[in-house]
T-cell receptor, first 113, second 118 residues
Framework: AQSVTQLDSHVSVSEGTPVLLRCNYSSSYSPSLFWYVQHPNKGLQLLLKYTSAATLVKGINGFEAEFKKSETSFHLTKPSAHMSDAAEYFCVVSNTGFQKLVFGTGTRLLVSP | GAVVSQHPSRVICKSGTSVKIECRSLDFQATTMFWYRQFPKQSLMLMATSNEGSKATYEQGVEKDKFLINHASLTLSTLTVTSAHPEDSSFYIC????????WGHGYTFGSGTRLTVV
């Protein structure tokens, strides 16, 4: 079975400083991995996805993630946080045939001025 | 890009009544629709998966007779919460996928429906 573990429930950064949201995955095959962002009372927006192409994936709003098979990690980074980045972030893995998405427990990103 | 329209965004209903939530894929064919439930400050819990024209597949512990899912066309899926009770109050989110999955539009999420049962 596939699973993801988001290592931090909350991450606090100052505006303009780097962001690192950590995610480890478990999968018996080469997975497809996603990062989604959710603002309060809103649906989910796809930030980026990895589907066995380039291991460094660039997404929207300056976010990127690197797939590291040896470390079974897919951490999300951004060089400089903006106030509008404050939200809940979900690391997600899909199962065989992309029939289901398995969500991590989420990381709440807090950005202070 | 791909858009999924979910309505209503908020609904308040009386205990014992039924509520229907709609999700429409606006610019692609949703061969598969997923319905999730999200409790406050928690992750998304998959309730059921439906393929167009087929019966939905429910996750363990989800009551089929309470949460009726219809996916009669490639652009519309509905979730009906029957005989709603206060414990059904939650945030419900749909997600649609075309036949290409992650290599196509991927999974596109609706904006969610906040259901409050009083």
């Amino acid at each position: 079975a596939q699973s993801v573990t988001q290592l931090d429930s909350h991450v606090s950064v100052s505006e303009g400083t780097p962001v690192l949201l950590r995610c480890n995955y478990s999968s018996s095959y080469s997975p497809s991995l996603f990062w989604y962002v959710q603002h309060p009372n809103k649906g989910l927006q796809l930030l980026l996805k990895y589907t066995s192409a380039a291991t460094l994936v660039k997404g929207i709003n300056g976010f990127e993630a690197e797939f590291k098979k040896s470390e079974t990690s897919f951490h999300l980074t951004k060089p400089s946080a903006h106030m509008s980045d404050a939200a809940e972030y979900f690391c997600v893995v899909s199962n065989t045939g992309f029939q289901k998405l398995v969500f991590g427990t989420g990381t709440r990103l807090l950005v202070s001025p | 890009g791909a858009v999924v329209s979910q309505h209503p965004s908020r609904v308040i209903c009386k205990s014992g009544t039924s509520v229907k939530i709609e999700c429409r894929s606006l610019d692609f064919q949703a061969t598969t629709m997923f319905w999730y439930r999200q409790f406050p400050k928690q992750s998304l819990m998959l309730m059921a998966t439906s393929n167009e024209g087929s019966k939905a597949t429910y996750e363990q512990g989800v009551e089929k007779d309470k949460f009726l899912i219809n996916h009669a066309s490639l652009t519309l899926s509905t979730l009906t919460v029957t005989s709603a009770h206060p414990e059904d109050s939650s945030f419900y989110i749909c997600s649609a996928r075309d036949r290409l999955g992650a290599w196509g539009h991927g999974y596109t999420f609706g904006s969610g429906t906040r259901l409050t049962v009083v």
